[in-house]
T-cell receptor, first 111, second 114 residues
Framework: TQLLEQSPQFLSIQEGENLTVYCNSSSVFSSLQWYRQEPGEGPVLLVTVVTGGEVKKLKRLTFQFGDARKDSSLHITAAQPGDTGLYLCAGVPFGNEKLTFGTGTRLTIIP | ETGVTQTPRHLVMGMTNKKSLKCEQHLGHNAMYWYKQSAKKPLELMFVYSLEERVENNSVPSRFSPECPNSSHLFLHLHTLQPEDSALYLC?????????????FGSGTQLSVL
């Protein structure tokens, strides 16, 4: 059992559509990070959320940290081919001061 | 120059070979990391160095040997690897090595062990 479960594992949608991907856990986290990894590259940090209920926006991307700090979601509006990549969440669970990564959602945007 | 540079980008080696992966960061950071990324598994932290001292070794087999000669350079020496060690090896750096800091990753070395 993974500490951070991401869903869906794979998602393929048409350009212009909206989508939401999820990062869930039974543990409480002090913070959660979202990274995007493009093919052939390393992950790049998109955002860090630290407060329960927090919402952060990055252009067409909206990140939300759950009120109980156990889950997070990433919503993309009007997806574009440049959004294609592996989306990883990572968090630090309370009581275990190690950054833990989820298994990722592999997103493909079809032109 | 990009922030974190890894070489080589691709490596194919036999189980009896010895090879080394190199990582260099140009960000002035104090902490450097090795991660392993395998298909269908989360990123696995292998080693952490802070100010050139190893501060974490996540039960990594001894066939992987890290070296950090200074705060800008990190090596991973490989010896008698197994086919299951085939993976993308990612180097990362961060400012101070605190646990929820932003990590800056290199592009990785795609390793295939035959």
């Amino acid at each position: 059992t993974q500490l951070l479960e991401q869903s869906p594992q794979f998602l393929s949608i048409q350009e212009g559509e909206n989508l939401t991907v999820y990062c869930n856990s039974s543990s409480v986290f002090s913070s959660l990070q979202w990274y995007r990894q493009e093919p052939g590259e390393g992950p790049v940090l998109l955002v860090t959320v630290v407060t329960g209920g927090e919402v952060k926006k990055l252009k067409r991307l909206t990140f939300q940290f759950g009120d109980a700090r156990k889950d997070s979601s990433l919503h993309i509006t009007a997806a574009q081919p440049g959004d294609t990549g592996l989306y990883l969440c990572a968090g630090v669970p309370f009581g275990n001061e190690k950054l833990t990564f989820g298994t990722g959602t592999r997103l493909t945007i079809i032109p | 120059e990009t922030g974190v540079t890894q070489t080589p980008r691709h490596l194919v080696m036999g189980m009896t070979n010895k090879k080394s992966l190199k990582c260099e960061q140009h960000l002035g950071h104090n902490a450097m990391y090795w991660y392993k990324q395998s298909a269908k598994k989360p990123l696995e932290l292998m080693f952490v160095y802070s100010l050139e001292e190893r501060v974490e070794n996540n039960s990594v087999p001894s066939r992987f040997s890290p070296e950090c000669p200074n705060s800008s350079h990190l090596f991973l020496h490989l010896h008698t690897l197994q086919p299951e060690d085939s993976a993308l090896y990612l180097c990362a750096s961060s400012q101070d090595g605190t646990v929820n800091e932003k990590l800056f990753f290199g592009s990785g070395t795609q390793l295939s062990v035959l």
